[in-house]
């Protein structure tokens, strides 16, 4: 059973950083392209980071220069360090693990078939 579940997140002050992962079980990670994404109260889910396979990286472009996506396949995990965060970056965040085809690329993130996890809620005020 495909499973993934987010942790980390919490509150933190404009500028500073908080830390969030996705585990997965009930497949092999290192043959799924994974994403995070968001969503804010009111608003849709957004794209924020992907990774492909082979490592290529996509970012949107509100978060460029602050957040870093990171895969370790052994761990089954993928992390996302948010650094210089912003009240905008407050939401839930959700990973999501994506069957073949994928299309990952610095510009692009396209999932075709992503299976969601439950999400992790991150807050930034002051």
């Known amino acids: 059973q495909v499973q993934l579940v987010e942790s980390g997140g919490g509150v933190a002050q404009p500028g500073g950083s908080l830390k969030v992962s996705c585990e997965v079980s009930?497949?092999?990670?290192?043959?799924?392209?994974v994403g995070w994404f968001r969503q804010a109260p009111g608003k849709e889910r957004e794209r924020v980071s992907c990774?492909?396979?082979?490592?290529?990286?996509y970012y949107t472009a509100s978060v460029k220069g602050r957040f870093t996506i990171a895969r370790d396949n052994a761990k089954k995990t993928v992390m996302m360090a948010m650094d210089s965060l912003k009240p905008e970056d407050t939401g839930v965040y959700y990973c999501?693990?994506?069957?073949?085809?994928?299309?990952?690329?610095?510009?692009?993130?396209?999932?075709?078939?992503?299976?969601w996890g439950q999400g992790t809620q991150v807050t930034v005020s002051a």
């Open positions: 999501a693990a994506d069957l073949p085809p994928s299309l990952i690329t610095s510009t692009m993130c396209v999932l075709s078939k992503p299976s």
């Open positions: 990774i492909s396979t082979d490592g290529k990286i």
């Open positions: 009930g497949f092999t990670l290192e043959h799924h392209a």
